[in-house]
């Protein structure tokens, strides 16, 4: 269910305000646009790391908070039709991501429009500077940018993302790889003219450990307004991704940075745990129910690591979603719609590491279900099943070993 079409449907890559570059003192002086030489001289970074070849220079722009608001809407329009939209939407309010009156076409734009703080068109192949940026957020924004543009040149990113768009776990993964990699670039190159390296386990502290994170600032209203969701699928590909492709270095020299898009991750666990990445650790595909009488799939997905960590944050709190976000194997979900009732239901089945932790998640998911609905009538409860009903229709939730299953939205009795 990740929102990344709607955050990548542009084309582009962002550098956020939120992210932990922005955190040093900045300058008042508004930014201009690099010269050809600043440019080459970060592009021979950038390339002395990577091993990637530079193939032809960028135009750069300038570009005002207005102009960013109504490229982005511009772009939606073009790239991502409003069924596409509505599934998202749908299925974040089916799980209780975010509320019943949430709208996330106008979210989006609003907070990609506050966090844009530059930008790497990819079809267009240009760069642009939000003009509000300080010198400091250009300069970081440069090696960012240029980082992106670098790896455009060698490795297609629009052909590489689109690749794992019909997957939201693979979507994100990859979404990883791209922001992951030039934030890391954006460090290292920082710490190499300091006569540093992000190679020396000290530097890599200092540099990856203070980077990131979902404090909120007075500054950014919009983010800190955003569902949990969005906050952390937002930050996921910056923070996690850097940490990524931290590993794939110390694990593979300079080969790394060619490998990641050779060889993508495909799942968040991948992200979260490198060693799941390098053994090729696939996520499993719990069976679902079939479709009920009159019903026609409305969407299928998964939901990974990151997605169920954020649920039972939102819900159970941050210490069982740590606990339990990396003993999960793999889940499915698929919301069904019913349109004489005008019903959408969900089938959604987890799969667990042992049955220890299948009982916790069982647990952990009936607070979410008495949570994310204002009335619920409980028919059946034991340490196995929990039935009723909510304003949402008739539910059950039960485990089998080590398989959670939640059915949720029906018109009868389950």
Known sequence: MYT???????????????TGAWQKPRSAVPPKLPSAAEVNVVLGELSGITGF???RQLPFALITRDQVNQYLKEQIAQSVKPEEIRVEEVTLKKFGFVPPDFDLRKTTID???????????FKR???????????????VALIHELAHALADQNFPIQKFTDKGADNSEASLAREAVVEGQASWLMLEVGARRTGKTLADPQTAREYLDTTGGDS??????????????????????YDEGEKFQQAVFLHDGTEAFARVFRDPPTSTAQIEHPERYF?????????????????RGFVTGQMGELETRILLEQYAGSEIADQLGPKLKGSDYRIDEIKSEHRLTLVYASEWSDNDAAMQYFEAYKKILRAKWKNVDVSAENEDRLAGKSEDGYFAVTRNGNIVLSK???EQPL
């Open 216 to 237: 909120k600032q007075d500054d950014y209203p919009v983010f800190n307004s955003a569902p949990l969701y969005l906050r952390r699928t937002l930050m996921f590909p």
């Open 408 to 410: 949720e939205g029906f």
């Open 125 to 139: 192949k240009k760069l642009f500077i939000s003009d509000w940026a300080t010198v400091n957020m250009r300069d």
């Open 53 to 55: 070849k530079i193939r």
């Open 279 to 295: 053994e090729h650790t696939q996520l499993t595909t719990p069976v679902l129910p079939k479709p009920i009488k009159h019903a």
């Open 4 to 18: 990344g079409r709607l955050f990548r449907c542009s084309g582009l890559a962002l550098v956020l305000l939120v």
């Open 111 to 121: 907070l990609l429009t506050e966090q844009a703080a530059a930008f790497y068109d």
